[in-house]
């Protein structure tokens, strides 16, 4: 038995539809949701490496180095 997926609907510019249609053309995407869904996955999944990579305590105290020299903090 096959997985059931479900779908929704979202909205774009028909602009960007077009961009995107004109984009894919010559390449693996069957269609502009296809690219649509690859690029949102290759985001969110960005999103969620930046999360799980806290700043070192190196990198910390370099930016409060920073903030300081700006003047952000005392």
Avoid at 21 to 35: P, R
Wanted: charged share 40%.
């Amino acid at each position: 038995m096959t997985e059931k997926k479900n779908y929704t609907t979202i909205s774009i510019p028909t602009h960007l539809y077009e961009d995107i249609k004109k984009k894919i053309e010559g390449t693996g995407f069957e269609s502009a949701s296809d690219y649509v869904v690859y690029t949102l996955r290759d985001v969110l999944a960005d999103l969620e490496k930046e999360k799980k990579i806290p700043f070192s305590k190196e990198e910390e105290e370099k930016v409060k180095e920073r903030l300081k020299a700006l003047g952000y903090l005392d």
